[in-house]
């Protein structure tokens, strides 16, 4: 058995009561050689505790926190009295090092009752609307992951299902949810997002990653509803916005009403009016800026280093070091003269490259999404095709698919269509070519408009549903206009 298995077991000895006391002393030597060990720990005992809060009925709860208290502050003084003696073999006697570890495992062990204390007696006072139904859903496609508060997992098939507080996934580019709050608020979720939801005096919605439509009902002015991301906290008393949140920034676009946006690395705030939109970015450091979103514009050409939302890019220059060392590998050239092929390249200043699907246990997928700071929308005609250029290394059946918007309006609908890519690959260079008219695309769910003509595109993705294909490789996305 390794020390981490070790440390587990023993850990989990400890969570359920059942360490021995040679046990403890093992415990504690493995605390003072690891400073991590006791911060993680304090983490996972505080959760352990939660989780028990919550399964206990409301006449155990008050009792289960004294239990809890105690087994804390019992911890606190096991480390303080036998500290000396359990870092003796493992720490030299240098004064200022025992000292200094003794130090800050006792501060961890204080900020661990602490932590406890504050979680557990928040619980008594919300235990009304922990349970509380807050929304339903009204719509679902595709494979949607619910977490209950409690950290019971379900995935989500059917419509009005009530909703308490929790976190919603949608697993794959073709999945989508929209949910009622039961003020009438809608909220619409799609296409690999991350969203955790809550209503205690006011709705709370933290979205870490994907695109959210939502159309707020008038909410109280002293408690809007509240939109966090990574990059940006949005106050909402009543309007119709489309939120875009990645790792690093946020795209706000209001159609009605206002939106207060706070940038979190600074504070700066900028309210946004309709047909305007923001983008807030954790490495932009210039003022906010609200931008009126200009007239429609019916082609667009991919930038798929900047606007690649789900995949991988890889820049045409890292393929071409592949196989430069490949050919030296295997002696068709001498490194000197890869070196000077790769200078030449490299003098060109070439930023073209290409996206690589990412795998799932759901299948490959790509996702792209026009450029979040883009401000003209992409509008759809009768006569707008999609031409995808790519790679597959093996010969599969590969689906394309689309999101829309309404035009100046919230989400409106996805669609596909599947393509056999057995004729289309050429066998020499794997390449392809697909040129699918818009209008032959067909609706993945019968609530959405028959036809996406007419609205704005948003993003587009391929996919295929298992793991067995080697490759997908994009290397151009176009919105045309056949005309």
């Given at each position: 058995m390794n020390?981490?298995?070790e440390?587990?077991e023993?850990?989990?000895d400890?969570?359920?009561?059942?360490?021995?006391?040679d046990g403890?002393?093992?415990?504690?030597?493995?605390?003072?050689?690891?400073?991590?060990?006791?911060?993680?720990?304090?983490d996972?005992?505080?959760i352990?505790?939660?989780?028990?809060?919550?399964?206990?009925?409301?006449?155990?709860?008050?009792?289960?926190?004294?239990?809890?208290?105690a087994?804390?502050?019992?911890?606190?003084?096991?480390?303080a009295?036998?500290?000396?003696s359990?870092?003796?073999p493992i720490?030299?006697?240098?004064?200022?090092?025992r000292k200094?570890l003794m130090?800050?495992?006792?501060?961890?062990a204080?900020?661990?009752a602490a932590?406890?204390?504050?979680?557990?007696?928040?619980?008594p006072?919300?235990?009304?609307?922990?349970?509380?139904i807050?929304?339903k859903?009204?719509?679902?496609?595709?494979t949607i992951?619910w977490?209950?508060?409690?950290g019971v997992?379900?995935?989500?098939t059917?419509?009005?299902?009530?909703?308490t507080?929790g976190t919603?996934?949608?697993?794959?580019?073709?999945?989508t949810?929209?949910?009622?709050?039961?003020?009438?608020?809608?909220?619409t979720l799609?296409s690999?997002?991350?969203?955790?939801?809550s209503?205690?005096?006011?709705k709370?919605l933290?979205?870490?990653?994907?695109?959210?439509?939502?159309?707020?009902e008038?909410?109280?002015n002293?408690?809007?509803?509240?939109?966090?991301?990574?990059?940006?906290?949005?106050r909402v008393?009543?309007t119709?916005f489309?939120?875009n949140?990645?790792?690093?920034?946020?795209?706000?676009?209001?159609?009605?009403?206002e939106v207060l946006l706070k940038?979190?690395t600074?504070g700066?705030s900028v309210?946004v009016?309709?047909?305007?939109?923001v983008?807030?970015?954790l490495?932009?450091?210039?003022?906010?800026?609200s931008?009126?979103?200009a007239?429609q514009?019916?082609?667009?050409?991919?930038?798929?280093?900047?606007?690649?939302?789900h995949?991988?890019?890889?820049?045409s220059?890292m393929?071409l070091?592949?196989?430069?060392?490949l050919a030296?590998t295997?002696?068709k050239m001498?490194q000197?003269?890869?070196s000077?092929i790769?200078?030449?390249a490299a003098?060109l200043?070439?930023?073209r490259?290409?996206?690589?699907?990412?795998?799932?246990r759901?299948?490959?997928?790509?996702v792209?999404?026009v450029?979040?700071?883009?401000?003209i929308p992409?509008?759809?005609?009768?006569?707008?095709?999609i031409?995808?250029t790519?790679?597959?290394y093996?010969?599969t059946?590969?689906?394309?698919?689309?999101?829309?918007?309404q035009?100046?309006?919230g989400?409106?609908?996805k669609?596909?269509?599947?393509?056999?890519l057995?004729d289309?690959?050429?066998?020499?260079t794997?390449?392809?070519?697909l040129?699918?008219?818009?209008?032959?695309?067909?609706?993945?769910d019968?609530?959405?408009?028959?036809?996406p003509?007419?609205?704005?595109?948003v993003?587009?993705w391929?996919?295929?549903?298992t793991?067995?294909?080697?490759?997908i490789?994009?290397?151009?996305?176009?919105i045309i206009?056949?005309?």
């Open positions: 020390d981490q298995n440390f587990q023993l850990w989990n400890y969570l359920e009561s059942e360490i021995t006391s403890m002393i093992e415990l504690q030597n493995y605390f003072a050689s690891d400073g991590q060990l006791l911060q993680h720990s304090v996972s005992f505080q352990h505790r939660l989780l028990g809060y919550d399964a206990k009925a409301d006449e155990q709860r008050d009792e289960f926190v004294k239990s809890t208290m087994q804390v502050l019992a911890s606190q003084q096991v480390i009295t036998s500290l000396e359990s870092i003796s720490v030299p006697d240098t004064g200022r090092s200094s130090c800050r495992l006792l501060v961890t204080v900020a661990l932590s406890i204390l504050v979680a557990l007696s928040y619980f006072d919300s235990s009304v609307s922990r349970g509380s807050i929304a859903t009204t719509n679902v496609h595709g992951e977490t209950h508060e409690n997992v379900e995935t989500l059917e419509t009005n299902v009530p909703l507080g919603l996934e949608t697993m794959t580019s073709e999945s949810i929209t949910m009622q709050f039961t003020d009438g608020t809608i909220v799609d690999l997002s991350l969203l955790t939801i209503e205690q005096e006011q709370i933290r979205l870490k990653r994907g695109n959210l439509s939502a159309d707020v008038p909410q109280p002293s408690k809007p509803m509240m939109v966090f991301t990574e990059a940006a906290e949005l008393v009543g119709q489309n939120v949140a990645r790792d690093e920034s946020t795209t706000l676009i209001v159609n009605e009403g940038r979190t600074d700066e309210n009016i309709p047909q305007h939109q983008v807030a970015s490495r932009d450091a210039k003022q906010l800026r931008v009126k979103r007239r514009v019916h082609a667009w050409k991919s930038d798929l280093q900047s606007e690649t939302s995949g991988k890019w890889i820049p220059k393929e070091v592949k196989e430069l060392k030296v295997n002696g001498t000197a003269e890869a000077r790769y200078k030449k003098s200043n070439d930023q490259g290409s996206t690589f699907a990412l795998p799932s759901f299948g490959l997928s790509v792209v999404s450029n979040q700071e883009a401000t992409v509008v759809l005609e009768q006569n707008s095709r031409r995808i790519g790679r597959g093996a010969a059946d590969l689906v394309v698919g689309i999101t829309t918007n035009l100046d309006g989400f409106s609908g669609y596909q269509q599947q393509v056999d057995t289309l690959i050429d066998p020499a794997h390449e392809f070519t040129d699918i008219p818009i209008k032959t695309m067909l609706r993945i019968d609530h959405f408009p028959v036809s003509i007419g609205n704005e595109f993003s587009c391929c996919s295929h549903p793991n067995k294909v080697t490759k490789e994009l290397t151009d996305i176009e206009n056949a005309e």
